[in-house]
């Protein structure tokens, strides 16, 4: 991959050769390339990835932490190296960083400790009937059910920062209380592209003692972010939005409350003694990693971050928002398209919603798969964020550091082709 610059004045772009490290996105069907506009959902993975997965299963396959002989030693060094890297990548203490399965296991494994938590510490976390959990409108279902349900389960409250017609989050400070235990809201919507203002949230929320949850499956991977600076006390992401494997996700929490929290599975690797009677957890981030962990899937999250950290961060941002400013330019000119959130490419990730007047969203998608252009139609796993955008479905385009300008003009003739289409059906 390499990086060119274009002038003075335009961030730096990420150059075609990126799309060259990228298996999938070289192969053809109907002798078009594939144009990937969905990153969003999951990414494309490089050739170092694949690799990497490979060099484990032919070289090093075993389990870790419990082998004394030498390709259990390898695999456990390589094991502890990804927790290094990813607590590198987001700047935290390697011992905060727990892989999960995924973001959304990060988050069930938060709602679950919590109330563990409740019922043995209450020095933690303070849960009361009546007590309140403040979430965003714009939450993937992912950061909004666990907490539905942990409401329902002890009788919270659950109450709402709502947006404005630009997709820009309201962030109302009569909404935090001295009731507000936890504040659960995504750093970037995976729908509209808003990156919220985390910090402010943070600062409001503590003000009150309440958790911080912050959902960063779409900021990790795309811009960058430290958490020491954000101040959040838990943050999850997942492997295979940043080019690493499915099956891989990472939950930080702030090394105090992890030491506090109760774990939320039980089993081997996870403890530190057992009789009996009684058993004692081990010490972070093994007590909430119990039994074998993705061993295979950590070792690719070494190989992701080590390409993402080639390009830099700042790099891959810039990139993106070259990428959204030049989309939405072409996509607005077009008739009858609706789009969602703001019209400032700097004010929101890679990732534009819309929709085409009188075309079901996944009539666009069927015909755009037919010019072998992959875009995202649906609710988006944000049905309450629907509601409030009055709409059942939309379009959905995300970007990353394969994508180029280029895409974005055969997305447009595509969109162009299915309004032809769709006119021509009309007037029967």
């Known amino acids: ?11 730096p772009v990420i150059n075609h050769g990126a799309k060259k490290d990228f ?20 990414t494309q993975k490089p050739f170092s990835v694949i690799k990497a997965i490979e060099n484990y299963y ?16 390898e695999a456990t060094v390589a094991y502890e190296l990804a927790h290094k890297k990813v607590a590198e990548f987001i700047h935290c203490h390697q011992e905060e960083i727990i892989f999960t399965k995924n973001a959304t296991e990060s988050i069930n494994l938060l709602a679950y400790s919590f109330q563990n938590s409740v019922l043995i510490n209450d020095d933690f976390i303070s849960l009361r009937e009546g007590d309140e959990i403040l979430l965003t409108i714009m939450e993937h279902h992912s950061n909004f059910v666990p907490w539905q349900q942990l409401a329902k389960r002890i009788g919270l409250k659950l109450r709402f920062l709502e947006i404005d017609k630009q997709g ?26 808003t990156i919220n203002d985390i910090k402010t949230i943070v600062k409001l929320a503590h003000k009150h003692n309440a958790l911080v949850v912050v959902d960063a499956a779409q900021s990790v991977p795309h811009m960058p972010v430290d958490v020491k600076d954000l101040d959040c006390d838990f ?13 891989i996700g990472c939950l930080y929490g702030k090394r105090e409350l992890l030491e506090k929290m109760q774990p939320f599975l039980f089993g081997g690797d996870m403890i530190r003694s057992v009789d009996c009677e ?10 909430f990693e119990a039994g074998t962990p993705p061993v295979a899937e950590a070792i690719s999250m ?9 390009i830099g961060m700042k790099n891959v941002r810039g990139h993106e928002i070259e990428l959204t400013k030049y989309a939405l330019g072409k996509l607005e000119k077009i008739n009858g398209i609706a789009i969602y959130g703001s019209t400032n490419a700097e004010e929101r990730g890679g990732v534009i ?46 970007f990353y550091v394969y994508n180029t300008l280029e895409d974005v003009d055969k997305l447009v003739k595509g969109l162009e082709i299915v309004n032809r289409i769709f006119t021509i059906s009309n007037k029967k």
């Open 168 to 193: 820009k989050l309201i962030i109302d400070e009569k909404k935090f209380t001295n009731r507000t235990k936890i504040v659960a809201a995504t750093h970037v919507s995976n729908v509209l592209g």
């Open 1 to 11: 991959m390499e990086i060119k610059n274009k002038t003075k004045n335009r961030k």
């Open 58 to 73: 032919y070289n090093y396959n075993a389990n870790v932490h419990r082998g004394i002989y030498r390709i259990s030693e």
């Open 23 to 42: 298996p999938l996105l070289n192969k053809k069907i109907n002798g078009k390339e594939i144009v990937y506009l969905d990153s969003a959902a999951t």
């Open 353 to 398: 919603s819309f929709n085409l007047q009188n075309i079901h969203p996944h009539d666009i998608a069927t015909v755009l798969d037919k010019e072998n252009i992959a875009i995202r139609a649906g609710n988006h796993c944000a049905q309450p964020l629907m509601r409030a955008l009055q709409t059942n479905a939309t379009c959905r385009i995300s």
């Open 278 to 287: 009684n058993t004692t957890w081990n010490d972070l981030p093994m007590k």
């Open 302 to 310: 070494i190989a992701a971050i080590d390409y993402l950290n080639k």
């Open 235 to 247: 943050m999850v992401f997942s492997g295979h939005k940043m080019l690493a494997s499915t099956g």
